[in-house]
Every structure is written in C-alpha cells, then in structure tokens.
C-alpha cells in the first residue's frame, strides 16, 4: 500500500473483529403502563475497548421517530423499570454524596418522566441487583444481596467493612450449592426489600443536582425477607399490579446436598410469607401474576432421573397457590417467558419450535395454544400493552441480532421498530438442511453460506454443536457467531440432534442418558447431509463446540477421523470424575448413572484420538471446571494416537483464560479466541501457515 492510501472498509463487520467486537448490542425491553415509551438497553464498547457499557435507549412504540438515548453513565444502567406514574428505574454504579464514582456500588435510580437528571432513589451496603415497581401503585421492590448476620443497614456497612478493611474474602459455608456459572455464592445472599415512592419522595428524588437538602437515597426499605437465608439464590420473583403480593421462587434445600424450587407468596406491608405451591417430584419457577391478581401462571419441570428426561409444562393456579391445574395438555413444548394478557384470560409464552422460538397464544379455559408469530425468529422480553391489543418484543435469528418489533395480538402482524442499530450486512446467506437419522427421525440444521459458494468454488465445512445439552440453534449468538467463520470461506452448519428442544419430547428422550448415541449419530447424519450439497468441499471439514457442544467435540475426536481439526471449549472430557466438580452435583445425578457416566465419557477413547485438536478453557468455570481441561490437555500429549513428539512438540494447541468463565466475555478475550479459532481451522482445514495473535505474545 503506497503513502496516502487508506486502509479498505470491511466489507461486512465480520470481516474485521474489531468491526464485530464494536457492534452495539441489545437486551431487555421495558414499556410504561401508559403504553407511550418503550426502553430497550444497548451495550457498546467502552473508551478502552476493554468492556460493555450498557445505556438506556428510547424506541417509540409506533416507529414515528427516531429512538434516542436516555442515559450516559460511564458505568452503564441496567434494570429498567417504569413506575406506575411514568417515572423511569434503574440501577446503575454513579458517583453521588460524597461517594465517587470508584466507590459506588449498583444503586437504584430514578429518571423522572417530566424530564431532568436522574437522581439516586434507594441504596444498599452491598449494592442493588434488581428493582421492580407495581405497575398500578406505588410499591417498589429491590433485590440486594445481605449478609446473614446483618440486621440493618448499619450493621451491613460494618461487617462489610470489616471484610474490606482486612482484606478478607473467605466464605464459610453450611449448604450447597457455594458457586454458580461463573461466580462464587456468599458470604451474602439476596433478600427483598420494599418502599413506597409516595410524591414527597419522588419529588425529593427529582431535585436537580446540588438542590437537594439530603444526600441519602430517599426512598425507604424494609427488609421482606430477613430469614430468608439463601433461598433466593439464582430465584426470580414477580410483583403483582397492586403492589401488595410478591410470588417467588423459594429453593429448599433437601438431603444430600439436593435443592429444590417451590412457590412461595410474601405480603408486602407485612412480609408474612408462605409457600403456596410445591411438588416433591418438580422444580416450580417462572411464577407470574395476572393483571387481576387472581392467579399466578408458572413452569412445571420434572425432576429427571437417568431414565427419565425431565418434561416442561404450563401451569396456572390461584395466587394462594389453590386449584393448580396444568394447560396446553396436548402441547409437547416446553413454555418459558410468561407474559399475561390485561384481561387475565391468556397468556403469551415463547417455545423453542424446529429451529425458531415463537410467541405463542395459551388461552386459560383449555383451549390449545395457537402460534403468534409466523417467521423464522426467535423471540424475548414480551411485554403488552394495557389495551391488550399490542405487544412489544426483541426478535433475533441467524440472520440477524435483536432488534425491537410490535406484534399486533389480532393478526400476528410483526413490524420491525426504528431500533437504536441497523441490521449489519451479513458476508453469506442462510438456509435449512434437512436429513434423516438411521432411527427414521428427522434430524434438521441451519447453514450459513459463504458468498461464491458453488459447485464450482465448494466451501469448507465447519460442524459447529450447540451446548446445553437442552437447546437449539434458533437465536443470534454474539458470543457463538458463525459468520466470522462464514466471512473467512467457511460454510457452516448448525445442527439440531437428538436432547435439542422444539422437537417434541421424544426427541429429547431419544437422547438421554446416551450422550455418545443419538446426539452423535444424529451430527454425523447431519453432516453427511451437508456434504452432499455441491457448494461444500467434504474434503475439508471441521467440528468444534462448547460445553456440551465441547463434550461432543471431544467424542467426535474419539470416533472418527472425517474431521481435519476439532474445537473444543469448555468441554467435558472424564465423566467419572466430573459431577461432583461442577457447580450443581445434585442435577447431574439425577442426569446419569455412575456407570451411564463412563459408558459415554470421551476420555475412554483418548486414544483413538488422531484429529490436531485446539482445547479452550477458562479458570474461573464453575459449570464445567477447568480440572476437565487439565486432564484433557495431558492425556491429548500423553496417551491420544497424536501424541506429543520426543522433543515435547504436538500439533494439538491449549488456549487457557486464567480469568474467563464458561464463556469468553469481554472484547479482547473474544477477539483472541476467534483469532486462534481461526488460525487454527486456517492451519490444519486450509493448509494455511500457523498464523496467532501477537497479544499471545
């Protein structure tokens, strides 16, 4: 490149990571009672590129202008809220008092709807996590997590000093389970706290900056909950419209270490509480309270055994937990995200569906759910208008990220909404692969083609599996995208095998207990499909996943040769040794049998191995620790078919995160991961010179 020229535009931003890191990125919607503003958040970069901050944007519900941003802080807003009175909540990390803003913790804000600055409206010791508001009354709810022995605020803000001052951070702990994903549970745990926003504490919380006669928060809490102890770990709860009920998700623990979820009802004035619904074969969760306050709809899930795959259902039942009956009796979905219609006769749930997850209509007098929406999307974040006549929604696919749509409830009329961020232009096209397995069951994939891909210009393949194993392919993925491989020549495809949901529970049974059997058979089925279309070069193929797509990267390595290089990320390797590791031992019991768990552990078959493999684990997973990856590495260099060589030298590569979780989150980690990714696909698929980022060093 001669002196003066400039660098060209990518012509896609997954041409360039830095372009794709940079992408805007949005989640959760929030809509005011009155119907007249609709809030979405929007994460971008931060100045260093080092992170996500996340602001809150407006979008008009009507799509008549343009959205426009709301906040600025530097730490970022999350948890948006309307009051009943319009006003706008959130929790955000700003400076206030004379607490700058590196001392702030997560406090909950207020945006007034007359406009002006947001103001501080309520605080804790330890920091705010959520904050809900009735939608027609007063009452404000906020989770906050509390240490045990606290009995108010003062005594919080000691004890916590006394940790910081001395610099301790160990936990001792009575229960289980003591972490979670991606982070550490205790010393504190999450309570629930209420206040009443009457008008002089709203006005109070409205004063501009510098005018206010006390720096405090002025909103009032009572704690709800203060012998809850760590029942609501990992729980989501629901306000009713009144603000005088909360139903929650409550976890029991039982013996052995077990836990399991019940429905419980917390009266706001008083904070009596008491379970109102459980069920000693089934996890309860995902409680919500119609408009009327009459009734609560909840999730069902069975219990699993080794046998048994567990089975999701729709439930309704009085707000005292009365008369539970289940709904949608002939329907073999799996409901999640409950949302109420105003007139407390139907719900809206979304379902994983053959590769998409639509809203779909559940009528409470027995009638079968009808399907909303038509496309090819998946959808999140349902909220309704109080007329009942519109709702709002993200809707995402392979084909693009979250953007915000109106639904009309009449016809199923999606409209797309003048969003914060525009599609970006994609390097390929999108289309279904179907085939059938050797059982006669219909297996079906996603395949992102690259652009030119012919007969005559065949593409690569790359088999990418999902994890869970409880999932499906159906919505865009900033952390699993397949078009940064597509952009770089490679088709790939994204199959649906056997314990993938939104086939029927039959297809996930097919698959239980027998992880190295119909999940693999049905990905080798898939991708002999794949192959025999004539834009892909079988020559030239790979298969990578995480976690349980990891896992079944690992069996993949041991069982056949078809690939020229595997990826595997935070994958499972020796299941003997594994369920008492992981975060929730209690759920992989009820998963497999000691002896189910060697039968399909890919570790048997190390040395079958004769695929270069590239092993990606980061130290702080808690769902899948980092010792899967350890005894993986060594026993690839060890005792695999590829070993390392006499000089110590292997064709087999480890990227280690000493400080990611079960999945590569901030900008930089990312962009590391696809630049090995896809130095490594580049070196052993395409013959290509090894090729790694210089940050490795």
């Not at 002006?116 to 409206?121: D, W």
């Not at 390392?644 to 292997?650: I, K, L, N, Y």
């Amino acid at each position: 490149m001669t002196d003066g020229e400039q660098t060209p535009e990518p012509a896609t931003p997954f041409h360039d990571l830095d372009a794709f890191v940079a992408m805007p990125r949005l989640g959760s919607l929030a809509l005011s009672p009155d119907g007249r503003r609709l809030v979405v958040g929007v994460s971008t970069l931060d100045p260093k590129s080092t992170g996500y901050v996340t602001a809150l944007w407006e979008v008009h519900p009507d799509g008549a202008a343009p959205a426009r941003r709301l906040t600025r802080g530097a730490k970022g807003e999350s948890q948006a809220a309307f009051t009943a009175a319009g006003d706008l909540l959130f929790v955000a990390k700003r400076a206030h008092g004379e607490t700058g803003e590196d001392k702030a913790k997560p406090a909950v804000w207020m945006l007034p709807a007359g406009g002006g600055e947001a103001r501080l409206l309520a605080e804790r010791p330890g920091g705010v996590s959520s904050v809900k508001a009735a939608r027609e009354a007063a009452t404000v709810v906020v989770s906050a997590g509390t240490l045990a022995s606290a009995t108010d605020t003062e005594s919080e803000q000691r004890l916590r000093d006394l940790r910081s001052d001395n610099k301790i951070s160990a936990i001792l702990h009575s229960g289980y389970p003591i972490r979670y994903w991606d982070h550490d549970l205790g010393p504190d745990a999450p309570r629930l706290f209420a206040g009443t926003l009457t008008p002089a504490v709203a006005a109070t919380a409205s004063e501009p900056e510098g005018e206010s006669s006390d720096d405090d928060a002025p909103l009032d809490l009572r704690d709800l909950t203060p012998d809850i102890g760590s029942g609501l770990v990992e729980a989501g709860h629901d306000l009713s419209a009144d603000g005088t009920t909360i139903v929650t998700t409550l976890n029991v623990p039982l013996a052995r270490g077990a836990v399991r979820s019940v429905l419980a009802a917390i009266d706001v004035a008083t904070g009596d509480r008491r379970t109102i619904l459980e069920d000693a074969d089934a996890e309860l969760g995902g409680a919500r309270i119609s408009p009327d306050g009459t009734r609560i709809a909840y999730a069902r899930e069975t219990i699993s055994t080794p046998e048994e795959a567990p089975r999701v259902t729709l439930w309704t039942a009085g707000v005292d937990g009365s008369e539970p009956r289940q709904l949608a009796t002939g329907w073999d979905r799996w409901p999640a995200g409950i949302t109420w219609l105003p007139s407390s006769d139907a719900l809206l749930v979304l379902a994983d569906d053959d590769g998409r997850s639509p809203i779909f209509r559940v009528p409470l007098d027995g009638g079968e759910p009808t399907r909303l929406t038509a496309d090819d999307a998946a959808y999140t974040d349902v909220v309704v208008s109080a007329d009942g006549a519109t709702a709002f929604a993200l809707r995402s696919s392979y084909a693009f990220p979250a953007e915000p749509v109106r639904i009309a409830l009449d016809s199923g009329e999606v409209t797309p909404l003048r969003g914060p961020v525009e599609r970006p232009a994609l390097p390929g096209t999108l289309r279904e692969v179907e085939t059938t397995a050797a059982d006669g069951t219909r297996v079906r994939s996603w395949l992102a083609l690259p652009e030119g891909a012919s007969a005559d210009q065949p593409a690569p393949l790359v088999l990418w599996i999902h994890g869970g194993p409880l999932g499906s392919w159906n919505a865009w993925s900033w952390r699993w995208c397949p078009w940064l491989l597509v952009a770089q020549g490679y088709a790939v495809l994204l199959p649906d095998p056997a314990l993938s949901t939104g086939y029927g529970q039959d297809f996930v049974q097919r698959g239980w207990g027998a992880w190295g059997g119909p999940p693999f058979t049905d990905l080798m089925a898939a991708t002999d499909a794949a192959e025999r279309l004539p834009e892909i070069d079988q020559t030239r193929t790979a298969a990578m996943g995480g976690s349980f797509g990891g896992y079944m990267a690992n069996w993949v390595a041991g069982h056949t040769d078809r690939f020229r290089a595997i990826v595997t990320h935070a994958s499972l390797w020796a299941l003997d040794g594994f369920g008492g590791t992981t975060d929730a031992a209690y759920y992989w019991a009820r998963e497999m049998t000691p002896e189910m768990a060697l039968a399909n552990s890919p570790h048997r078959f190390v040395g079958d191995i004769r695929t270069p493999m590239l092993v990606v684990h980061g130290d702080k997973d808690y769902r899948v620790p980092i010792g899967e990856g350890l005894r993986l590495w060594y026993e690839l260099l060890s005792a695999s078919g590829l070993p390392a060589g006499e000089d110590g030298s292997t064709v087999h590569r480890f990227l280690y995160f000493p400080d990611e979780n079960h999945w590569v989150l901030t900008p930089q980690h990312a962009k590391v991961w696809y630049q090995v990714v896809l130095g490594y696909l580049g070196e052993h698929v395409l013959g290509q010179p090894a090729s790694y980022p210089e940050t490795l060093g």
